[in-house]
């Protein structure tokens, strides 16, 4: 199914061209019909003669309803607007049409209609000045067809330019079945048997009936529900797919909780942010071209949702929005701006920063204003990642940011994105601290490296010292190759490896350290280089690092349990050594105690 909105001034003719064409009526109130006048929106559909389905979304043209207009819109990406032969354009053709350009919408097709009240020479007149006022604006290009729904002049031909019309936008623009979903509601309503009902357009991503979404509200908590059932077209669908009109049976909130605006996200797919760096899109029919001249309150648009919120210019094109609540953004959203009280479009923004850096300092705001002017437009995925030095892929993708593919000039890190600039500098940081590294010091322990880098994954630890050329051994980053220099302790160190590999459990007792001339700071370097291991609560014993692997093996001789006594003796040693070697053999699940006197070794 395909979708389109109408637009144009009141009274020009949109619902009565759309029931020509569909057979319908997309007036569905009692007031409009009384008063021939669309207050909301409608929603109609029919077959174009390619056998494409095409649903309509009809739009009020009456400046009070310009809020509801903007709802219908906003989700969309080709539109027919309306203008009368008869009349030609009017003041709700301009914001109509400043709508549209602030939305980027530029699959647009002109009816001029009730060409039957006007003569050859009017429509031409009208045709020339549409081409006038659209000038070079993206509207310029749109094809204009002379139509009347009382005589029937051109619907036929309508039928097949709407065809055109909408194979162009599908082509350059289309949508993904496998995107994330943002439905943008518009109605809700209950059916007794059914319960909730919620309508929308459907952009991207697939609805499937069973499936789990969010249903995120004016309070930006968002709450699970569950998609009982679907209907497009009044027919029941297993699943929709884009671009397409969406009715939605929800389980799980009631008719009352939903209201026009509210968004059905896909969950993990979506970044909910209040306050946000937009960047104006200036275009002719927009009452403000400088950002300087924003109020500090407007009202702002965004799909189907309308908000009151706060405004701070940031240079002449920029400024800083904040929301009353959290709302689902993207990088390039389209936001429609408005004076609050006043009719016209103010401004069209799209939204460039969606973790813009806070303005608390004297000056904040004109540096954040200046580094906006030196890279204007939305952001890729290099010009992001350089400006945070580090980025989780999967955010970048729920920023809107395509991440199939790594961006030149950003190394991909396990689920991390960094930039060359932000790896050589934290390279130098860590290669600085390394070799500051007193000289008995095995290297900086990966904790302690993290924390100097300010990172919590030890991924990007490895892939900065990777970029510094240090190297990773048993859990420390040091300089390739180090070995630890004991210096003064070396001989004391290598008398007692004399004297263990000879009598393994005879530990030398805290007389023959001192007379080795061994401190307890020399004995820690040793041990950390690996070179002896230290027990006891006072680390007093020392014996090789090999003595736990040794002492299983005789154990193990034992056939069984033993007791500490029969551990002492199978070992040659004392009871000043069996009984932290026998409790750090416990602590290693080499051993376990079997009571309070006996105990068997583990794994055989």
């Not at 020009?12 to 109130?29: F, I, N, Q």
């Not at 309803?65 to 709802?71: E, H, Q, R, S, Y």
């Not at 109509?96 to 699959?107: D, E, V, Y």
């Not at 048997?193 to 309070?219: Q, S």
Request: net charge neutral; glycine share 10%.
């Amino acid at each position: 199914m395909s979708v389109i909105a109408t637009a144009g001034h009141v009274d020009h003719g949109k619902s009565t061209l759309v029931a020509a064409l569909t057979g319908m009526e997309p007036d569905r109130w009692a007031e409009e019909k009384e008063r021939g006048l669309t207050i909301d929106l409608g929603f109609v559909w029919t077959r174009l003669p390619s056998g494409r389905d095409l649903a309509f979304v009809d739009v009020p043209g009456h400046e009070r309803f310009l809020g509801n207009m903007l709802a219908g819109v906003g989700p969309v990406r080709a539109v027919c607007l309306v203008i009368a032969a008869d009349e030609g354009w009017q003041q709700q053709t301009t914001d109509h049409c400043a709508a549209l350009l602030s939305l980027g919408i530029r699959h647009v097709l002109i009816a001029l209609t009730r060409c039957d009240r006007a003569s050859a020479a009017r429509r031409e007149e009208v045709i020339a000045d549409i081409r006038r006022r659209l000038g070079d604006t993206l509207l310029s290009q749109a094809p204009i067809l002379s139509v009347s729904a009382v005589s029937g002049e051109g619907v036929d031909e309508l039928r097949h330019v709407l065809d055109a019309l909408l194979d162009r936008a599908e082509n350059e623009e289309p949508a993904d079945p496998d995107g994330p979903i943002r439905l943008w509601l518009d109605r809700s309503f209950s059916i007794t048997g059914a319960g909730t009902v919620v309508t929308g357009t459907l952009g991207a991503g697939t609805l499937r009936r069973g499936d789990t979404l969010l249903h995120c509200g004016a309070d930006g908590h968002p709450r699970e529900v569950s998609i009982r059932g679907l209907h497009s077209e009044n027919e029941a669908q297993p699943a929709i797919l884009p671009p397409a009109r969406a009715a939605v049976n929800l389980r799980g909130i009631g008719s009352d909780e939903v209201h026009r605006g509210d968004a059905l996200l896909s969950p993990g797919d979506w970044l909910l942010r209040r306050e946000v760096d937009v960047e104006v899109c200036p275009h002719a029919l927009a009452a403000v071209e400088d950002a300087r001249d924003l109020p500090g309150t407007l009202m702002a648009h965004l799909g189907t949702r309308q908000d009151e919120v706060h405004c701070r210019p940031l240079g002449s094109r920029h400024a800083r929005l904040r929301w009353p609540a959290p709302l689902p953004l993207r990088l390039g959203d389209r936001v429609i701006l408005r004076a609050a009280g006043d009719h016209a479009v103010a401004a069209g923004v799209q939204v460039v920063d969606l973790f813009p850096p806070e303005l608390v300092r004297r000056g904040d705001g004109r540096r954040r204003a200046e580094e906006l002017q030196r890279h204007p437009g939305v952001p890729g995925g290099r010009r992001l990642v350089e400006a945070a030095g580090i980025l989780l892929r999967e955010d970048c993708r729920r920023m809107g940011v395509p991440t199939a593919q790594c961006p030149p000039g950003v190394r991909a890190v396990g689920p991390w994105w960094a930039s060359a600039q932000w790896l050589r500098g934290r390279a130098g940081m860590l290669s600085e601290k390394v070799k500051a590294l007193d000289a008995l010091s095995p290297g900086l322990l990966l904790g302690e490296a993290a924390s100097v880098l300010g990172v919590s994954d030890q991924e990007l630890v490895r892939a900065v010292a990777q970029e510094a050329g240090l190297e990773i051994h048993e859990g420390r980053v040091r300089e390739p190759g180090r070995r630890i220099d004991l210096g003064p302790a070396e001989r004391g160190i290598a008398t007692i490896e004399e004297w263990l590999a000879e009598e393994p459990f005879r530990a030398p007792d805290a007389g023959e350290l001192r007379d080795l001339g061994l401190s307890p700071a020399q004995l820690a370097a040793a041990e950390r280089a690996g070179r002896i291991i230290r027990l006891g609560q006072d680390k007093s014993v020392v014996l090789l690092a090999s003595a736990p692997e040794k002492a299983v093996a005789i154990l193990r001789g034992l056939g069984g349990e033993f007791t500490l006594s029969e551990a002492r003796r199978a070992l040659d040693t004392t009871r000043r050594v069996a009984v932290p070697l026998l409790e750090f053999l416990d602590t290693q699940r080499l051993t376990r105690r079997v009571d309070a006197t006996r105990r068997r070794v583990l794994g055989g």
